[in-house]
């Protein structure tokens, strides 16, 4: 289980899927498989409301590009 952290002055923080860096909630994008678990596409999600694990995305150009062209680089199970 991840490491709950106190919510700093700009809100809770989460972490970029490409360069790991850690910021603010606000400051992402935030993505979640289009048809459910298992599903290849990501959709945006820029109310942050849709049910399902979330992946996030910060705002650099070449973040944003490699996420939308190859997805992230996670493991299938």
Known sequence: MEEQRPAGPD???RMCCVCRRRLPKAQLERYVRAGGEGAEAFTPDPRKILPGRGL???GREECRERFLRRGVGRKKR
Do not use: A, I
Request: glycine content about 16%; overall charge negative; proline content about 17%.
């Open 11 to 13: 809100g809770p923080e």
């Open 56 to 58: 996030y995305v910060c």
